[in-house]
């Protein structure tokens, strides 16, 4: 897809994350107080994205010349949770249909997957071209609105989540903590990846990380943490509820 996106909408993005993510990654602000930027943000990014013409499968093409890495045993995961029919749920602030595509790239497509993120609304013209109209969904899912609420609200029928009332939950940003919604669970295990180099000044941002996780993980591009885990409470209860 980049390979269809103009330099001046490459331009105005970069300019876009520079302006907004120290703001996202700042320690001495609350939550309430990044809100209304992490909003400007995602909405301007949304108004850029508006009316630009490529090609769908440039997508594809992309994901495919990138040969985008996922955190190592990541596919022992997926595999552990598909053979034990527990449902996973990817919460994404970014672009559902890029998600989707990474995932399938990866033959991380399973019945128990679903991905709650960004869908584009699309044209297509007769060219082959494809325009971008906005997103699918009426409200931006950013860093700092992502729960569990939204894949609820559109499967309140899904038997692979009912009676569901334990959670293993996974993020890399403070935001990703609260992901559950509060939704009323028995037990909630918050692990969170902290992917930077720690300095002495940084020591705050860890801080922050371990009031919000049970467990943090620096540096860590692996999911061997879970692996163990879901080895642990498969091999002691034969299932996971």
């Known amino acids: 897809m980049s390979d269809s996106l103009s330099n001046d909408y490459k331009k ?3 300019e876009l994350l520079h302006k907004y993510r120290p703001i996202e990654d700042d320690t001495q602000m609350t939550v309430a107080e990044k809100l209304p930027y992490i909003e400007q943000w995602w909405t301007s990014s949304s108004n850029l994205l508006k009316g630009l013409n490529f090609k769908y499968e440039d997508i594809t093409k992309s994901i495919e010349k990138a ?5 190592e045993g990541i596919e022992k995961v997926f595999e552990k949770l598909y053979k034990q029919n527990v449902p ?19 033959n991380l497509v399973t019945d128990n997957v679903s991905v709650v993120s960004n869908f584009l609304k699309l044209s297509k013209n007769d060219n082959g071209m494809s325009t971008i109209q906005g997103f699918k969904n009426e409200k931006l899912i950013h860093v700092f609105n992502k729960n569990e609420h939204a894949y609820i609200d559109t499967h309140k029928n899904d038997t692979l989540i009912k009676n569901r009332s334990n959670v293993i939950l996974l993020g890399d940003s403070l935001g990703d903590a609260n992901m559950d919604g509060n939704i009323p669970y028995n037990t909630v295990l918050r692990i969170g990846f902290l992917n930077c180099n720690l300095t002495e000044n940084e020591q705050a941002h860890l801080d922050r990380y371990k009031q919000a996780f049970d467990i943090v993980l620096v ?7 879970l692996n163990y885990l879901l080895d642990e409470i498969i091999g002691v209860t034969k299932s996971v509820s």
Request: aromatic share 0%.
């Open 67 to 71: 040969d985008v890495k996922l955190r």
């Open 12 to 14: 105005k993005a970069l």
């Open 219 to 225: 540096q860590d591009q692996t999911m061997e943490l």
């Open 88 to 106: 996973l749920i990817i919460l994404s602030a970014g672009i559902g249909d890029v998600v989707e595509l990474i995932l399938k790239h990866n």
